[in-house]
């Protein structure tokens, strides 16, 4: 890997550079998952997900999460974005906070459940 990718994150010019608008508009299926951390972190996940969309409506977009700390809206401002076709794969281990913690160091449990339900909800899921 060239070592101006390695640490940090990937932005939308990044994307939009790299990949650009021709090759988004023929890509069927993207995923969105972290190497070294969790792709909700990235600062313009919402901007990239929502360049995608709006190039290519049809792209499935997939994104593979443990879920933790982002708030109630972020996940509704997400599941406005993303479609019944695209999919979220919520990495959780164990059954509560404690057991969580043994295998996710520095999740907080409450918030990934409050994130699948108002995803769900905001996303027409349930």
Same mark, same amino acid.
């Given at each position: ?7 940090? +994150?990937?932005? #939308? ?8 608008? =021709?090759?988004?508009? @023929?890509?069927?299926? %993207? ?28 792209? +499935?977009?997939? #994104? ?8 109630? =809206?972020?996940?509704? @401002?997400?599941?406005? %974005? ?45």
């Amino acid at each position: 890997m060239p070592e101006s990718l390695l640490n940090r +994150q990937l932005s #939308l010019d990044f994307f939009k550079n790299q990949i650009g608008e =021709h090759v988004a508009r @023929q890509i069927h299926k %993207i995923t969105l998952c972290g190497n070294d951390g969790d792709p909700i972190y990235c600062r313009d996940l919402m901007d990239i997900v929502q360049w995608f969309k709006s190039l290519n409506p049809k792209l +499935q977009i997939v #994104l593979i999460t443990n879920g933790s700390y982002k708030p109630i =809206h972020w996940w509704q @401002q997400l599941g406005h %974005i993303l479609t019944v076709d695209d999919e979220v794969h919520w990495s959780i281990d164990g059954w509560d906070q404690e057991s969580n913690a043994k295998y996710r160091v520095s999740c907080d449990w409450d918030s990934i459940l409050h994130g699948i339900e108002s995803f769900q909800t905001t996303n027409n899921l349930t």
